[in-house]
């Protein structure tokens, strides 16, 4: 008992000043992503784009795309306010390139907001691409805790695993570079494959 | 093996405690204390739903003082009491009111954002937040006076995290001292909102 006492003590000094003292770590690069799943959205347009119709919840894995890069976002982030329109265009030009149209799909998770938080979000910036809500910040614990905006590229293996191809965290200078940066990561060239 | 029991049980509750969860804007990096867990309310409220809101005098971060009065009879009014600048969950609440100045106007209402913190303090903390579209007022002397006067002063000189929306007849509608370690859903204090259209 004694020694078990002891091993917590040390346990918790660990531990505890661990976290205090190191900063939120994202996603670790080559490794895959915790599990969590998402709710199927009810606009279908959104269902469609991911390629879960006739589900009720999905994971990562199930979206119909070789990559898919997620935006963890916040309702109250000035970063991600200020941003949401170059989200935007970034959406728009992967949708509009034909070589990557079906390669990338784009999703956004709300840390910490709820449904009508989320809600207020999309209609403010005219979102259009799929948000979700993590109101319990279950989602976001899983992955670390990461400050907003964060961005993880995610690429589906043939054996439906998936590694984490691209983890950063904050804004991009434009949505050119940050698709060209993406791009860099997941080692395609625009037009070509991997 | 007594003392080693105290000894190991206050840095595993401490280590269970630490578990407060916050998305930090990366607009904070490297600025915001870390207060810890703390306990989720220390104060007794002073008014009740139904009651008549008490007035008060605040200066802006402008140096223009604002009273509650002044709205009287044509706006309703949503008074947003945080803790204190510079601290996780406040840094990720008023910003996200910043948005949905529409909202708030589609409910004939204003926001009046109010902490203990001294007005310089106040005005660099908000500078971070972008130009925010309503009044953020300082109760800082007589020290925390307002929050005191609806009951949501701590006893560390703090404020609780704490919503009361007012009607246009000055009636206190709807009170949410929050848990101080957590941010209040938008979503609910819209609805309270929508229940005060004609």
Known sequence: MKRFLASLIAACFLFGTGAAATEPQGPTMGQALPDFSLTVPDNSEFRIYLGVEGKTAFSITDIQSEMVIIEIFSMYCPFCQREAPSMNRFFEMVNADPSLKNKIKLIGIGAGNSTAEVEVFRKKYQVPFPLFEDGDFSIHKKIGEVRTPYFIGVRKNTDRTHTVFFSKLGGFESPEKFLNQLLQAAGIRKGGTP | MKRLFTLAFFPFLL??????SFATSEAFKDTIFNPGKLKPVDSVLKVRVGDTAPDFTLANLHRKRI???SFKGFKNV????VPAAWTPVCSDQWPGYNIVKDLFEMHNSILLG??????????????????????VLSDFWPHGATADR???LRTDGTSERALFVIDKKGIIRYIDVHDINQRPDFGVLMKELEKLDP
Request: glycine share 8%; proline share 3%; no cysteine.
């Open chain 2, 150 to 152: 609806y009951g949501v």
């Open chain 2, 114 to 135: 109010i902490t203990v913190d001294n007005a310089p303090t106040l005005f660099a903390w908000t500078q971070q937040m972008g130009e925010l579209w309503f009044e």
């Open chain 2, 15 to 20: 280590l269970l405690l630490s578990g407060v």
């Open chain 2, 78 to 81: 949503v008074l947003s009491f």
């Open chain 2, 67 to 69: 009273s509650l009065s």
